[in-house]
């Protein structure tokens, strides 16, 4: 009878091991809609808050499968094309707003800065790096 315990403990023992086994990593996907929360500084271990903070549109992106992108600055909207390679880290995109109107002096830096981007990672499944600057400093954003 113990034996019969003990095969039957090894069993179900292999069984849930084999079961983890089969769980697949979820892989870290640029798709969704991510929120800019501010930009750092790879140097110096900082984080700079974007202003207007309270605003829930303010500095997105959504990156869809299709390779198109939208999102809002401040006051306009910012839309274009991507295309990322996964083992460079690297990142290909014409995301624009078509015009500075109304955008004040914060909401135009993001969108100079964002014309340097080179380079994606992430720091987490829901934080997403755009790095700039030689990957010196980034736009921090959080997925929404």
Not at 50 to 67: A, R, S, V, W
Not at 104 to 130: C, G, M
């Amino acid at each position: 009878m113990k034996l019969k315990i003990i095969l039957f403990a090894l069993f179900l023992g292999v069984g849930i091991w084999a079961c983890d086994d089969d769980k697949q990593i979820e892989e870290k996907s640029i798709i969704g809609t991510w929120k800019c929360v501010g930009i750092g500084n790879i140097a110096i271990k900082e984080i700079k808050s974007i202003e207007p903070k309270d605003c829930e549109q303010c500095y997105t992106l959504k990156f869809e499968k299709n390779g198109l992108c939208n999102g809002f600055a401040a006051a306009n909207k910012v839309e274009g094309t991507y295309k990322i390679n996964k083992k460079l880290k690297t990142i290909i995109h014409t995301i624009h707003s078509s015009t500075l109107v109304l955008e004040p002096l914060e909401a135009q830096r993001y969108l100079e800065i964002l014309q340097k981007v080179k380079f994606y990672d992430f720091s987490s499944n829901t934080e997403l790096r755009l790095y700039f600057n030689n990957r010196k400093e980034y736009l921090k954003f959080k997925l929404r």
